[in-house]
């Protein structure tokens, strides 16, 4: 079994570069070009990317984080979502990475079998990285006017959030 997980991979690309060959196709030439392609969307991206980074830097070690989950206690109550989790839910929409590191020290405090722990397993698998997203994504293209896009996404996450908190109580 394990022998087989390990070849997987190969087969994956063996497979499509003879299917490749079969149609003709040069398979080596697409590749690269495949691969300049990549770089110079990386390198169009890269900003944004930058902006983020510095941006939710900057959120947490100014301790306005701390404000705002000040603020917004009594909402947080409200629906039942544990205060510890606040950063959580604050940081996933806007770093990923930020958003695991916040869990694993919330496992690590809680327990992955604490009412917490499990509302924050929900979490981090229903959540989004919206802001993530939306920067690389239309910023890759170009497009500046987003729309509704943020407001759609952010009311996900929030009934994600609500959903994470319901599912987790009928499981305790």
């Known amino acids: 079994m394990n022998y087989a997980i390990k070849a997987i991979i190969p087969i994956?690309?063996?497979v499509?570069?003879?299917y490749g060959m079969l149609k003709n196709v040069k398979v080596y030439e697409c590749f690269v070009e495949g691969a300049k392609d990549g770089i110079s969307i990386c390198i169009k991206i890269f900003p944004y990317l930058l902006a983020m980074i510095i941006a939710v830097t900057v959120f947490r070690e100014s301790r306005?984080?701390?404000y705002f989950i000040a603020l917004v206690k009594p909402v947080v109550k409200f629906i039942g979502l544990p205060p510890e989790l606040v950063p959580l839910?604050?940081?996933k929409p806007l770093s990923g990475s930020g958003a695991m590191g916040i869990f694993a020290e919330t496992l690590k405090k809680y327990g992955t079998d604490s009412y917490?722990?499990?509302v924050a397993?929900?979490?981090m698998g229903s959540t989004e990285t919206i802001f993530y997203t939306i920067t690389v994504y239309y910023g890759s293209v170009g497009i500046k006017k987003i729309r509704h896009t943020l407001?759609?996404?952010?009311?996900?996450?929030i009934t994600a959030i609500i959903m994470a908190v319901t599912f987790a109580k009928f499981i305790i």
């Open 121 to 123: 397993s929900i979490m």
């Open 64 to 66: 306005a984080m701390d």
């Open 151 to 157: 407001w759609a996404a952010v009311l996900a996450d």
């Open 89 to 91: 839910a604050l940081v």
């Open 16 to 18: 499509i570069v003879v």
């Open 12 to 14: 994956i690309i063996l």
């Open 116 to 118: 917490i722990g499990l």
